[in-house]
């Protein structure tokens, strides 16, 4: 069972705009960070946008000024809104969380099954 949830992904045509959604579940002392990747098939996993339990954000080249991803620390969410979307935006998107379990662990890197975003021409 994984212990990300994403949901909001579908099929949008150019220029439009998704919102995804990422719930972390689980046992969960602490989050440091959240975050997004993507990956097409036959390529390998790429950063889109990450954020820190500080509000920190960073973002790949190629999304910055049309996505913007985002927390919620008290609820363990992250978002990603995503606009202007281009048909090579196409991909399966990843939740990502360096999480903490408990109090006398450290941190371990969680990952979600993926939700297929398709952007049409």
């Known amino acids: 069972q994984s212990q990300l949830v994403e949901s909001g992904g579908g099929l949008v045509q150019a220029v439009g705009s998704l919102k995804l959604s990422c719930v972390a579940s689980g046992s969960i002392f602490s989050i440091a960070a959240m975050g997004w990747y993507r990956q097409a098939p036959g390529k390998e996993r790429e950063l889109v946008a990450t954020?820190?339990?500080?509000?920190?954000?960073n973002y790949a080249d190629s999304v910055k000024g049309r996505f913007t991803i985002s927390g919620v620390n008290a609820k363990n969410t992250v978002y990603l809104q995503m606009n202007s979307l281009k048909p090579e935006d196409t991909d399966v998107y990843y939740c990502?969380?360096?999480?903490?379990?408990?109090?006398?662990?450290?941190?371990?890197?969680?990952w979600g099954q993926g939700t297929l975003v398709t952007v049409s021409s």
């Open positions: 954020i820190t339990n500080a509000g920190m954000t």
């Open positions: 990502n969380a360096k999480k903490r379990p408990h109090w006398y662990t450290g941190y371990v890197e969680v």
